[in-house]
């Protein structure tokens, strides 16, 4: 009988562990946004002085990695697992960027969502002393998300006003069973939703129901309210996502405008960085939640949050085949005190 | 729980949410870009021209002559800021053209001359390509036929 369960879809940690540190490092457009003070590092050349796009995206996973081990006084000996992936084929960042960390690691991917995916699963390592350190780590670079998903950089295209725009960033958290907190209490593993959107352009739109369910889910596993919560944002929802994630879930009877935001809005200011509906990749929800949320969990400036990184499962064959977009959702919720 | 939407009524109220494209506002950068374009050709032409070329040269040098400023201004990394301002204004003219072949050229170069420049350059006008000339190829054969 699993004893950590409540309801459908969530764990309650009854150790809750502890993210000692975050890491992050983020491109230049990034770097000129409204978090550039949060971010540990803004890289100012696309290719980070690789020769190419998805060497420049492992170099950020491996440089995240290394800073992050630093910020929390560890060596790669001390960390158990490191669990990241990536959005590019055979989440090549996470698999080249890590192959010299010497450390056991778990592959995985969940498109955007990785981040609070990898964060689920290395907390319950922890809790459940399989591991005493874990690092997850996850990455996205526009130019290479570009080349694998959609066209060349220099084609002269015009993008739709609900597109996103890839963020190039990594974010990584070390999560141990030793520390003073922000702990992950709890973990609402999401399930794949497809209400039937195709148009690629219209991520957010495709996504926000999987929010919904997850966020909804959370609430009725757990017994919580809106009003629990200092913060609960979504991973990559964008401008036009947002708006139908917070309707959706006001419909099922929770009103969680008043906490609401989106990694996607937050990391670009729209009108002036031409990112059209905002951010998305996994970078996204990774940099916004290493740089920003931890550092104002940690002034105290906020106390709980529902990390919900959301993800577009989708593949660019089973676009081309006409296939709609199943999508998923994954909620943390980190509290900077263990009730 | 609430009542949950169809996909049907999900689609509908996200074409609702969802913003459109500024029609009027492209429509118009396209026609002043496009045009712009044209006029730079027929200048080219006309210039060949005074210059006492005649009409198959001019046509033939006034194409290549537009294909390799399409082609410079991807290099230079100005075509899809232009492209991004004009939209079909600038992907229709044949500089437009040059520039869905060269700019794959540039990004899969880091595959290799083979397989990434060789084999992904038509990735884009490939199937304008097959098509343009597969309708040709039709009209040709109707023309011959009509004779």
Redesign the interface.
Known sequence: MATKRIGKQTVKLQNPPSIIATACIVGPKEGEGPLRLYFDEIIDDELFGE????KAESKLMRETFAKVLKKANKTAEDIDYIIAGDLLNQCLAANFGLRESEVPFFGVYGACSTMAESMSIGSMLVDGNFADNVVCLTSSHFCSAE?QFR????????????AQWTVTGSGGAVISNKGNGPYITHITTGKIVD???KDVN?MG?AMA?AAMDTI?THFMDTGFTPEDYDLIVTGDLGA?GK??CDELTR???YNISKVYNDCGLMIYDRQKQ?THAGGSGCGCSATVFAGFIYKKLLEGVINKVLFVATGALLSTTSSQQGESIPCIAHAVSISNTIS | ???T?T??E??K??DE??????VLR?VVRAFVVGGTICIIGQFISNLLKMKGLGQDETASLTSILMISIGALL??L?V??????F??AG??VPIT?FA??I???A???K?EGYVMGVGAKMFV?AGPVLVYGISASVIAGIIHFLLR
């Open positions: 020769k190419t796009w998805e080349k066209f060349p950089l220099e084609l002269g295209t015009q993008r739709p006003p609900t209400m039937g959107i219209n739109a129901p909804v036009v708006e139908i419909e099922q009877g031409d | 729980m609430q009542k939407l996909k049907k999900y689609q109220y996200v949410k969802s913003p459109n494209s500024k492209n991807t290099g990394n075509y899809d800021d232009i492209g991004r004009a939209g600038s992907i437009g520039n869905s060269v700019s794959p540039m990004e899969f880091s884009i």
